[in-house]
């Protein structure tokens, strides 16, 4: 680990290092924030890229798949791996097309995974049915042994990372700014976030009456 | 191409195949109502995988970065990529944590990246910013000569394409469904959308007191 973050040659930020993110609990708490990763990994010289519902667990993230899967498969034999969150925050409409852009914040980890076994692969779904489905763990069926089994629980260290955040007002070109045309169209930026709709009970659900938990309810992204 | 949808070996999808999307028509909704993808590509052995505004243009998908980007530069050479859209649509909850899962549409494409140039790269521009900002070419400033030659624009064929989503309501294991316990838990999902909030004037735009344009107003996700 060469800084805080965990930027190395290859995770240093080239493009805007004025973005770059050096705090690692800014990296945290976007990892936090987030719910899917897209995971890459090279099968054959070619990069495949799936997205994986995720946790962090202090300096590692979690990700589960199933063992029948190749790219699994190749992870669990620890090829090389790239871990990407992004969070798309908002698009930025500067006076350019050029300038116009989007607010978001990514954290990229390369490295190799670990696959987790016997205490450590349960307490690791219990932790990201914690963070996906905050409240759950309490009431679901927890895995079955053969449940269990078929899946394949990996962990990546967070220690080569790269971290970006974009956001605040368009980045204009100056003399867009004094022409008399393009200073006078409007600029700024339109915010975005993903919301929960209301929960939809299934027909068992429905057909029992259950009311919908509270844990649910509170749902807030 | 060996599908409608432009399935090989490579891209059929092996896991729960009945998500599996044939439909080139819904692949392309799939990405018309996308923003960002998730593009990979290896460089010395490791895979990068990096957020990219994008829009559909036919039969292929348009993107662009910096010409000094390092990933940009090797996808212009035309190596090995994969492009990945996610929407994430919703949280699953089954009765069981194992079955508990997240509804959404994704779409893989694999293959080799051409840089487009001239007119094409021109028209490329555009259409990118009339996906990811409707509206905006008839104000903004288009792209300046030295803007354009600084921007790669890359355009990956769907020659090769997978496609698969996940909707409705929880799959749960049968013995679950007449458990004592765990039918009588809430099970079912809650959707989720992103949403636009309202526009955010820049400090000039708000000292003119210009006016939100109605194509903004319209923007709906």
């Known amino acids: 680990m060469t800084s805080p973050v965990g930027a190395t040659d290859r995770t240093s930020v080239r493009r805007f290092p004025e973005k ?117 763990t309490d009431e679901a069926r927890k895995a079955a042994p053969k449940e269990s089994k078929a899946t394949l629980m990996l962990a990546l260290n967070l220690d080569e990372v790269s971290c970006k955040v974009s956001e605040g007002d368009p980045d204009d070109v100056p003399s867009d700014l004094t022409d008399p045309i393009y200073s006078n169209i409007w600029a700024g930026y339109v915010p975005m976030k993903e919301v929960f709709g209301e929960p939809v009970a299934d027909p068992m659900t429905t057909e029992k009456n259950i009311p919908t938990p509270d844990y649910i309810k509170k749902w807030k992204r």
Chains 1, 2 share one sequence.
């Open 20 to 136: 770059a993110v050096k705090d690692r609990s800014e990296v945290n708490a976007i990892l936090d924030a987030g719910l899917v990763a897209h995971v890459s990994c090279v099968v054959d010289g070619q990069p495949f890229v799936m997205p994986v519902g995720y946790a962090r667990d202090g300096d590692r993230v979690l990700f589960h798949g199933s063992t029948a899967s190749r790219l699994f498969k190749n992870l669990a034999a620890g090829q090389a791996c790239c871990f990407t969150v992004t969070l798309l925050d908002g698009m930025v409409l500067a006076r350019s097309a050029f300038e116009s852009s989007m607010h978001y914040r990514c954290v990229i980890a390369l490295g190799s995974c670990v696959v987790l076994e016997g205490d450590e692969k349960e307490a690791a779904l219990i932790r990201i049915t914690d963070h996906l489905l905050p409240g759950r």
